[in-house]
């Protein structure tokens, strides 16, 4: 049981570690261009605040749809993930609700979701390693468009 605990506290020490380097503040000193000063920027241009800590969402938000996280954004971002074959609850709830809320906006999302089943898998992939990569090289190594 010891053993299980300290492996535990062991990766909780490394995500803690990480998610110190990843506050908007930080990601700006990666060279311009790069995913990590994009993400950057992003963060401050969405008000986060430059000590806002990134998530993974907001890295994949970026790749997605740019700069914009409005509501339509963010469902259209979960249909991406699904054609991307992302099948977590979370996903499969935001698409039934925004579809609710956004019938509309159905081709849109559709297009989303064509777009996600053409592009290589990367919404599990471990972003960090990928934060001083230029943007582009990301977007086209994963066929993200």
């Known amino acids: 049981m010891n053993t299980l605990k300290n492996k535990l506290e062991a990766v909780k020490r490394q995500f803690d570690r990480n998610a110190q380097r990843l506050t908007a503040h930080n990601l700006l000193t990666y060279p311009e261009g790069t995913l990590g000063h994009q993400l950057g920027n992003f963060l401050l241009i969405q008000n986060y605040g430059q000590n806002t800590y990134a998530s993974r969402e907001d890295i994949l938000q970026m790749l997605v749809t740019g700069n914009t996280v409005t509501l339509t954004d963010e469902i259209a971002l979960q249909y991406y993930l699904f054609g991307n074959g992302c099948i977590r ?57």
């Open 89 to 145: 609850l979370r996903v499969l709830l935001a698409m039934g609700i925004g579809l609710a809320i956004r019938p509309h906006r159905l081709r849109h999302f559709y297009n989303m979701y064509k777009k996600g089943t053409t592009a290589l898998r990367f919404y599990d992939i471990d972003h960090l390693r990928l934060l001083h990569q230029p943007i582009n090289r990301v977007k086209e190594t994963f066929m993200i468009l």
